[in-house]
């Protein structure tokens, strides 16, 4: 199977001989990557029994918990990373899960889909229904992503909440960057990732 | 038979002559273990596993006796290509001292007194039975245990090995279990000790010298406890509110089918089970709680651990819920500890853990099959 482009980026700002909460962690293929080239030690959290089964295939200590219901077992400062990759826009309390991976971990990383990109923009401008993309393929009434935002609306929000962005790419979906995502990253960004503390 | 099953086995007697100091002070100055095993110990000593049972189990797992149509109670997870494959592994459960299938216990003979011990049996607590497994451990010339498994009480002494022999154990699972029972599951406990005590065949304990069986009392505790087993969903799947006859009678005889099936469960029971072995199972379940036991120790010990843990838990087991597992769960998170959790969706309530389940049989059989690398 091949590895998650976007966690590539992700696994290259993470220093090795650290400890990793990777949150959402699909079938832990970020931790089984870290454990083998960084030596990282860590915990994936998932709440679907299939990615709990292949996650613990790749080797991973996986815990079935929903995310929706808190972070509290763990204590203030455990991680020195949490990673909430791709899945910020299904979180129902997505500010209190920020807050609450802020106090577990020393740094986190976040990435999201951009829903400012312009082909969504250009969507709901023309046809008026709201937007799917590649990205976000669901309709509105079946859709898991209950709380999209824009680069735009993400970095609102880390000022409001003195979250400090200690680095952040914006890159299209083969996590390519190019003279229009420097330019105008809310316009031409598909994936935003963030190490915020 | 089942075709991918264990065939024909046989358990094994050994008689420990180390005196065991327990918990409570006493000594048993020497004693019975019977046990059986499965596949075979390959040339590093690696692939031993201890399987823990639990409450009312015993010593026969997997596998058919000679004649007998019944397999071991957990032959769905331990045979051949099974999650816990005795193709690749050697499996080991032996009878917890105090039962009542072989092991010395209640209904053995008091070397001392030459008598049956009956109430004069000692209490056993979950680490006691730590320490005897140790020995037969030595018997067997097992170095370390690849796995230590259990479900329930049994998933309690697979943690208490965890905590106690910490280098002696690489992977613990410990499933539908709880670091401790709350006040609720000692309630449930002491009334059907409660029940066995008021019989009055009970004679304090003493009850086989009397050559009489307190088994009214004994069916109603498993009574009790079967219910704590099962969930509301299963038993209103299983009986709702059926009736035996189309009619209703307008007395006490059994009507409802699952008065019938409890009953049957009650009397089935007593035949082949000891009432004080069934206090002293109670008991020692009451008295699991190894962090307070153990205190600082438990965390040195832990520290030490390199075990990776598996924790599972049923959706529906409100004997032993989740949040209790999370409870386990926490406690090895705390202390930095190899940990992975699932909470399986069943309907079966507590019993779940000896069912069939894909899923359940799923994570258990990545956990080990990834963790058996190398043997």
Known sequence: ?197 | MDANSIKIVKPTNVIIKNPLKLLSGKVLSEYKLKYETYGSLNSDKSNAVLICHALSGNHHVAGYYEGDDKPGWWNNMIGPGKPIDTDKLFIVCVNNLGGCHGSTGPTSINPITNKIYGSDFPMMTVSDWVESQKELMDVLKIPFWKFVVGGSLGGMQALQWSFQYPKLIHNCIAIAAAPKLTAQNIAFNEIARQAIMKDPNWHNGNYLEKGVMPNQGLSLARMLGHITYLSDESMREKFGRDLKNSKLGFNYDVEFQIESYLRYQGEKFVTGFDANTYLLMTKSLDYFDPVKDMSDNLIKNLCECKSNFLIVSFTSDWRFPPKRSKEIVKLLLDNKRNVSYSEISAEGGHDAFLMDNKDYFDVMASFIMESSNGI
């Open chain 1, 1 to 197: 199977m091949a590895f998650r482009k976007d966690l590539l980026l992700i696994s290259s700002w993470i220093k090795p001989n650290t400890k990793v909460l990777d949150l959402g962690c699909g079938n832990g293929e970020l931790l089984k990557i870290l454990k083998q080239e960084k030596n990282i030690s860590g915990y994936g959290i998932d709440n679907d029994i299939d990615n709990i089964k292949l996650s613990l295939k790749n080797n991973v200590n996986v815990l079935q918990i929903d995310l929706d219901n808190g972070l509290e077992d763990f204590e203030f400062e455990y991680f020195d990373y949490v990673v909430l990759a791709q899945s910020l826009q299904v979180i129902k309390n997505p500010k209190e899960l920020l807050n609450q991976m802020l106090r577990i971990g020393k740094e986190i990383i976040v990435s999201f889909p951009n829903m400012g990109h312009w082909s969504s923009r250009i969507q709901l401008l023309t046809s008026g229904i709201m937007p799917v993309t590649g990205n976000l393929p669901y309709s509105w009434h079946d859709t898991p992503n209950i709380h999209l935002c824009t680069i735009k609306d993400f970095l609102i929000f880390c000022e409001k909440n003195d979250f400090e962005i200690l680095e952040k790419n914006i890159t299209d979906n083969n996590q390519r960057c190019n003279l229009f995502t420097k330019l105008m990253p809310n316009l031409f960004g598909q994936i935003a990732t963030f190490r915020i503390k």
